[in-house]
Every structure is written in structure tokens, then in C-alpha cells.
């Protein structure tokens, strides 16, 4: 499906103003964020892990397409959360029903980082679709 979701309200996020940097676990994806060129993808907030992420290549479920109504987008944020806005009741509320949560997590497309920190990001196993684990 194209086009902008019309179903998604902003959150009171600052964008980045100068570039940061988010890695990615596992698999230590390295991912420059530019922020001239935000939005990377359609899905979730403009400049949310979710959307950077998608837009390049790392795959985060996101049943609801980024509008805070499901759990699946959820990741555990390891460094640079202080760089995120608190989670709004509305996140919050989804998270509650997040396996595995952590005081650290959060849904990655309500996540916007200002960018004053470089982030390292979790993806839970159950959130990757597309990689087989060996067990
Ligand atoms: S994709 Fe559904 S809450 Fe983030």
C-alpha cells in the first residue's frame, strides 16, 4: 500500500538537526541518519526508528503500519533513549501488551530520537520476520 497513512498522529517530537547514527542488533547494522533527507519510508512517525529502519533494509514487524495500535513494532533501545521523548500513554498502552518488556523499550514507530545521541537498538527475535533463528 502507498501513499501517507492518514491515521497517523504526530507525537511532540524535536527532528534531529544534525546527523547521528543508529546501530542496529543483532547483525550490527550501521546506519547513518541525515536528517535532510527524514522521511527515509512511509511507516510510522517521520524520523521514528521504524521508519529509518525500514527505509533501510532492517526489518521491524509493524502490524498496525506505524499507528500506535499494536505492540509488534516494539524494540528495546540499549543506548541513547535519554535522546527520546517519554512514551505517551497511548505507547504505553501498546507496550503493556509487548512480550519480553524491558524498562528500556519502546514502539519504534512512536520513537523519535533528536539526534543528540547515537542509539543502539534491539530488535526482539520475535519481531524478525524475515530471520530464521537456529533452534
Ligand atoms: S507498528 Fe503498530 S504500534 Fe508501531
Not at 14 to 35: A, H, Q, R, S, W
Not at 69 to 86: D, F, K, N, Y
Amino acid at each position: 500500500m502507498g501513499g501517507t497513512n492518514p491515521y497517523i498522529q504526530a507525537v511532540d517530537a524535536k527532528l534531529p538537526t544534525k546527523p547521528y547514527t543508529i546501530t542496529f542488533l543483532p547483525g550490527d547494522v550501521k546506519v547513518e541518519v541525515d536528517p535532510s533527507k527524514l522521511p527515509y519510508s512511509r511507516e510510522g512517525q517521520k524520523g521514528s526508528i521504524l521508519e529509518i529502519a525500514l527505509g533501510h533494509g532492517v526489518e521491524i514487524d509493524h502490524a498496525c503500519g506505524g499507528v500506535c495500535a499494536c505492540s509488534t513494532c516494539h524494540v528495546v533501545v540499549r543506548q541513547g533513549l535519554e535522546s527520546i521523548p517519554e512514551a505517551t500513554d497511548d505507547e504505553n498502552d501498546q507496550l503493556d501488551n509487548a512480550p519480553g518488556l524491558t524498562p528500556q523499550s519502546r514502539l519504534s514507530c512512536q520513537s523519535v530520537p533528536d539526534g543528540s545521541k547515537d542509539l543502539v537498538v534491539e530488535i526482539p527475535s520475535w519481531n524478525r520476520n524475515l530471520v530464521k533463528e537456529d533452534h
